[in-house]
T-cell receptor, first 113, second 115 residues
Framework: DAGITQSPRYKITETGRQVTLMCHQT?????MFWYRQDLGHGLRLIYY???????DKGEVPDGYVVSRSKTENFPLTLESATRSQTSVYFC????????????FGPGTRLTVT | KQEVTQIPAALSVPEGENLVLNCSFT??????LQWFRQDPGKGLTSLLL?????REQTSGRLNASLDKSSGRSTLYIAASQPGDSATYLC??????????????FGTGTKLQVIP
């Protein structure tokens, strides 16, 4: 599929479990981002990556781990899920340095019980 | 720290009305400003992107303006339709202290267009 995809689209997990959310883009964009969206907080940046093997923390990184060994993939791992990590997670990418326009994936709705 | 505010938080208008959504930001050192639409339970769809050197962008019934000096952007929707009902998000792009791209989002305006 062309564009940016996320998997799974829906996930229910238990407290303490490790879970990985996948993000894949086909444009070879240099930048990729992970956001979470919660009522009352809007979109908050968790981690971003400026290129393969370059990642850095965003506004709310605690409890999350990322890696980017390949340009097209940017997985987000919750090492030990907590109920406060119940949220909708969006992956985004941008690559055109003349515009830095962001493109979003469809989101993953994660519920931690 | 960049802060982005969108007022009003919610807006309800009758079909056919022209309307304006507002976005304000605190730091004028921006790279671009992007308007998104989000339907319930869905992802974000890019509507318009304005570069910092531009004053406005148009797409169909949508027109977005940017005034960097005053820290404001508006999204004008002409002849609103029920299908325009969604949440509209403003996102301000800049560079962080490391020189990397950073985007700050507003909390959105929820628009309802009544038939």
């Amino acid at each position: 599929d062309a564009g940016i995809t996320q998997s799974p689209r829906y996930k229910i997990t238990e407290t303490g479990r490790q879970v990985t959310l996948m993000c894949h883009q086909t444009w070879s964009h240099s930048y990729m981002f992970w956001y979470r969206q919660d009522l009352g907080h809007g979109l908050r940046l968790i981690y971003y990556s400026a290129a393969a093997d370059i990642t850095d923390k965003g506004e709310v990184p605690d409890g999350y781990v990322v890696s980017r060994s390949k340009t097209e993939n940017f997985p987000l791992t919750l090492e030990s899920a907590t109920r406060s990590q119940t949220s909708v997670y969006f992956c985004a990418s941008s690559g055109d340095r003349s515009s830095y326009e962001q493109y979003f994936g469809p989101g993953t709705r994660l519920t931690v019980t | 720290k960049q802060e982005v505010t969108q007022i009003p938080a919610a807006l309800s208008v009758p079909e056919g009305e022209n309307l304006v959504l507002n976005c304000s930001f605190t730091d004028s050192a921006i790279y671009n400003l992007q308007w998104f639409r989000q339907d319930p339970g869905k992802g974000l769809t890019s509507l318009l992107l304005i570069q910092s050197s531009q004053r406005e962008q148009t797409s169909g019934r949508l027109n977005a303006s940017l005034d960097k000096s005053s820290g404001r952007s508006t999204l004008y929707i002409a002849a609103s339709q029920p299908g325009d009902s969604a949440t509209y998000l403003c996102a301000v792009g800049g560079l962080n202290s490391g020189g990397y791209q950073k985007v700050t989002f507003g909390t959105g305006t929820k628009l309802q267009v009544i038939p």
